[in-house]
Structures are given as C-alpha cells and as structure tokens.
C-alpha cells in the first residue's frame, strides 16, 4: 500500500509538472510540494521551525505555504505546497532570518534534519482541472 501511494504521487506530480495549453498555462504557478516525515516527538519543533521562517516570508510578501496535517492513511506528517519564490524573496528572507539570530545557510539545512526523519520535495505546476491535464497529455500525443 506504501509503495502505491509513492507512485501515485510521482505520477500526479510527474502529470501536474507538464505543459497545458495556452489559457491553462496562463493561470498557473509554479509550486514545490514538500512531504515530510518527521522525527519522533520533533512535531512541535519543526513546527516552530517552519512558523519562524514563514513569519519573515510573509513581512516580506512572500508567497504563504499550504500546510495539509496528517489525519490518516499514509506515514507523512506535513504536505507543505509553496508557491515559487523570487531569487530577491529567498535572499531577503535568509538575510532576515540571520539578522534574527536563526540559523542560515547550509547550517539551516542541517538543523532542518535534525527534526525530520525523511522528506521529499518535487516540483510541481497547477492548479489544472482533469480535462486540462488530458488535454495537455494529449498535446504530446500520448494515449
């Protein structure tokens, strides 16, 4: 059942990423859907961790995460979708983030993992209907 659920994921993921047509196109977004699993009793912890870092995003008009909380079914914790982000946002957030005594840089990416047992992150492109998305396949000539 695990196994399934992964390549239902890529599949969706592999499905969303592919070009649609024009007007479908037009609306969309780039996004990053990240899964995470998270280090037993890290909860709270890596909560915080994201909160802190969202806090800044959002004092420097960065695009806000989607969070989704595991309520049943498979082992991920945290589905967090966030929108790009411009190379300025990502600087002025590390730039804040550093100015306010968090950690930065590669370090943050090892603090991260202290918190976390696994995580994933893939890029994705939507929101698209169905119909959009079998429209796009068959674009590419796929059946």
Known sequence: MHNRMWVLVFLL????????TASA???MEP?????????????????SWMAEREEI?????????????????ASWDFVGISPATTDAQDEAIEEMAGARGLTVGPAAAIELRTMIASH???EAAGPM?????VTAIESYGAE
Request: glycine share 8%; net charge negative; no cysteine.
């Open 13 to 20: 993921a592999t499905i969303l990423a592919l070009p649609t």
């Open 129 to 133: 209907t169905a119909p959009e998305i």
């Open 25 to 27: 196109q037009d609306d």
């Open 57 to 73: 995003g959002a004092e420097i008009g960065a695009p806000a995460t989607q969070w989704y909380m595991h309520m049943d079914g």
């Open 120 to 122: 994933t992150d893939t």
């Open 31 to 47: 996004v990053t859907i990240s899964i995470y699993h998270v280090a037993p009793g890290q909860h709270m912890a890596f909560l």
